[in-house]
Structure formats: C-alpha cells, structure tokens
C-alpha cells in the first residue's frame, strides 16, 4: 500500500518549517502541503479557547485541500488544542510535537533532571511536564518560558551577542538545577541550538521535537500504509500557504528551509465559526 498525497504541516507562523524540514530529511519522497498563520500569530500569547479555534480552522482548511495526513508544528497548538480537534474525516491521522519530543527526552536523560524552554502558552500549559511524567514519573522537570527568543530569531539574530545575553539570563535558572537535558520546546529554538549547546554545555542534550515528530510520523504512516512509494514529478513538489504574505516571511523561510520557496496567500477565516 502507498499513498501519493501529501502530509499536512500547520504552525503560527515561519516556525514549523523547522519541521518541514525535517520530516523532509526523514522521508523525502513525501510531498508537503505547509500553512502558516501568520495573519494570527504569534499563538504563544494567545488564550486557550482562542488557540483551540484557530487550529481548527487551520485543520479544516488542510482536509479541504486533500492531505492525507496533518503534523500540528506548532507546540502551543500541539499544547492546547490537540485533544480538542474535530477531524471531519475521521480517518485523517494527526500528530503534535510534544508527545514525541516528551518520548526522545525521558529517553536521553542520565540523571533524571530535564529543562523546558518554550512560549509563554505553552509552559502555562504544562505540556511537556505533563508528557514526561506520565512517561517517567520520577522526572526532576524544570520549564522556562523565553518570550524574546522568537523574535530574535526572525529578526535572523542567530549568534548575536544581544541573543546570547537574553539566551543566557532564560537558561541559567535551569542550569542551576544540574539538569542534563534540555527540551527546545518550540520549533523556532533549534535554530539557535549551537547557541544554546554552548551556554548549557556539552553535558546538557538538546532535544528537538521537530526531530523526534518526523520520527513519529515516519513509523507512523509506514503502520498505516500511507507513505508514498515515490517521488512523483506529476504530482508537484512541497507548497507553501501563508495567511499573511510578507517579505519578511520569505527572508526567514529561506533561513529555515536554505532556499527560496514560492507562497500562496489564502484566506481561511470562513473555514470555521469565529
């Protein structure tokens, strides 16, 4: 069995294509079908209610445009809105970013002492401590939102002495808990992590959930007989839809991404209710 559509891949914005990318590099004869909704963002500060409304609307816009599966990118959304998705389509698989990321971290830490750097929402919403505990309930979990890290990092300040500061004043409190491993919690901070490794140190393994959810996906459609058998030139490549064009969009994407890539703009606000 193999199945040619392509995967879904949702964010707030220009952070999950740290996830395109790498479910790329895990499956490349897949084709993705990627939003960003980036005339909503950032969902970092945004309520609960208000998070869970627009991943819906996200959702059914993908559905509508025929994916056969749908990666929530991102961890806000995989936060607070994953167990609340109607999926009309009630065979269409959909999968978070933290679970997984939860999973490769309660495997990699030695000591048992693990730190969350993530958005304001999503420490608020415990995730990640809740998925460690349920995995390895004797976890020593330390979490540290970092609300000024996004936006340096679209500002393309990756390894400016300005981040390192604000980078350094975020993790040192975690750092004081001699913790051995480090969630990046939110799928712009691996774009910083040699930043970060070098703050925290060889000791401390970075985890990156976008790495770990391509991995899930990965296992996840092989089980399901939905990945694609081939690349099909017929069929297009990788298409990218955005709420809200911008150039600065296109600057940070190819940051992201290490190349250009063409944006369709769309408008999703009748998808579902307000």
Sequence with gaps: MSDPRPIGVFDSGVGGLTVAAALKRRLPRERLLY?????????????????????????????????????????????????????????????????????????????????????????????????????????????????????????????????????????????????????LGCTHYPLLAPLISRIAGERVALVDSADAASDQVATELAHRGLLAAAADPSAGGDHYCVTDASRRFERIAGDFLGREITLELVDIGNSAAD
Excluded: M
């Design 35 to 183: 939003l960003g909704d980036t005339a909503r963002l950032p969902y970092g500060t945004k309520s609960a209610a208000t998070v869970r409304r627009y991943t819906q609307v996200n959702l059914e816009f993908l559905e509508q445009r025929g994916v056969k599966a749908v990666v929530v990118a991102c961890n806000t959304a995989s936060a607070l809105a994953l167990d609340g998705l109607d999926c009309r389509a009630a065979a269409l698989p959909v999968w978070g970013v933290i679970a997984p990321g939860a999973v490769r971290a309660a495997a990699a830490t030695r000591n048992g002492r693990v730190g969350v750097i993530a958005t304001e929402s999503t420490i608020s919403s415990d995730a990640y401590g809740i998925a460690l505990r349920r995995i390895a309930p004797g976890l020593g979990i330390w979490s540290q939102p970092c609300p000024l890290l996004v936006p340096l990092i679209e500002e393309g300040w990756l390894d400016d002495p300005v981040t390192a500061e604000v980078a350094r004043r975020y993790l040192d409190p975690l750092l004081t808990h001699d913790i051995d491993t480090l969630v």
